[in-house]
């Protein structure tokens, strides 16, 4: 069993089908931390988190858990839980054939309220797993994230520190520097358990068809920030998803984001009325395979699943969740390709 705190890299995932899809098929999770977020309704992805949760417990991973946007419901103490107090219940062993606590990493966000930050705190306590602190660039500083630590009331060495720059489409030698500038600032706090840069270069729209390539901006900001001399720092991103929320209606194209080791490939088609979704994944998937990029069936199950519609084979093909399923699946692999590198 990984200790919490003990990973290589951090992927921030939504609770939503195709991550589901893409965890549910892990035969191994390595040194990769996976944060899972609702992004929406609560009691719609309850479920979700609750598979991914017991799936990587079973792997030996503690799933990290931000459920600090949606509403929650009242504790008899008159505390706003969230979804994390519902996520305990659900996992709380008294359901199990041998009973006990699957725990979770519970996460605070530097903007919520101090009974919050405090019931959060308490709740990781009682899990036995400590907690972790996501801010924003603008909270990142030692004032805003010692607050934050004293409501907690969890000693720094059981706090995962998460300093989130969102969406980004560059990397400049001024960004590296503040935040190495900013990490040298908080480590005066202490010694948290863990520190990771996070960010996102996956466009919230697209506007381009067939194959190209793009810079991962959130690889060459960590690899900046390591080069620099913060060797402790981690790298977290947003999978293959734009870190905001998504549009809400079904999209006339089919897209595949994949992961490479230093740009992402990025091949979409339009669908046409001859020809619908799922006809249109096994093109993209048959020019992705043909490209000189694709990592090969065995790579992960994503991949395998990307050869087999390349071939004429494969299924759900048309689902709307099944491309961010098989682009998330490969880029689990190629954060365990790069921990263990």
Known sequence: MFEAGDFDALVALRAKQGELWAVEALREVGRV?????FDGDVDGQLQNVEKVARKLHALGRLVMVDAVGPPGSLTFAGEDRGGLGALADRLSGEDELFGGQIPFVPVARGDLPASRIGWIGRLGSELGAGGAIRVGAAWATAEDVGRVVDLLELEVGQVDLIVDLE????????LVEWALG????LEALGAFRSMTILSGSVPSALDQTSLWERPRFEEEIWRGVVEGGGREIRLGDYGVVHPGVGAQFPSKHVTLKYTCSDHWLFVRERMSGEMGRGPTLRVVCSDLVQSGSFSGAQYSWG????ASAADGRGSSLGSTSKPVAIGTS??????ASLSAA
């Not at 991949?303 to 990307?306: L, M, P, Q, S």
Request: aromatic share 12%; net charge negative; glycine share 4%.
């Open 167 to 174: 969406y980004v489409d560059s990397c400049s030698p001024q």
């Open 182 to 185: 900013s990490f040298a600032a």
């Open 33 to 37: 931390q996976p944060l899972l977020q």
């Open 330 to 335: 490969h880029h689990l692999a190629y954060l």
């Open 303 to 306: 991949d395998g699943e990307i």
